[in-house]
């Protein structure tokens, strides 16, 4: 008897909290028009919402990832909150819609230099993910960006009408596959 009370207790135990545990989720966003002075104002507008439980502005890279509570808040909801402050908002695209673009990058000063070329990238409207590997004399950035939605030869455009002292230039297939070896054995070290 004392067992069937106690496996029942169990049961119960285990349905209360299974009903009482808020779910959540992640939404990650870009948002464009976002600069420093805006990031805590970003935070703020999203997180005036009943339902959701944290939000983290990257300026940078113009992403904002979102936990929140499915049950009290939609995606779309937040979207349209970030819409209404007066921000261009967009979900991250599919993989199966993504381009890669590598661009081996000459002439970098320092890390200045490094954060520039990546704000720049970001700033393309199309552009999911920059990821820069630092050699000893020169970088590799790969460039996610929409299928069709880009030629690489305008980010070398864009960069050197900025920043005229760098080479650059996009690399082929095979050079692409080197840089992301190169780049897991940086990070490795």
Known sequence: MRAFILGLLVILAFLTSSLFAEERKTLELRVFGICSTCGNDVELKVMGIPGLQEVNVDIAKKKVRAGYNPELVSETKIVLA???????????????RVEKAALGISGVKNNDDINEIEGILYAYF????????KGSDNIIAIVDYKKGGLDPKQFILTLKGILPELEIEVLKN????????????????
């Open 126 to 133: 199309d552009v999911d993910q920059v990821e820069v590997s």
């Open 82 to 96: 970030l819409r209404r402050a007066g921000y261009e908002v967009r979900r991250p695209f599919d993989k199966s």
């Open 174 to 189: 095979l050079d692409m596959i080197k840089a992301q070896v190169n780049k897991e054995k940086l990070t490795q070290n």
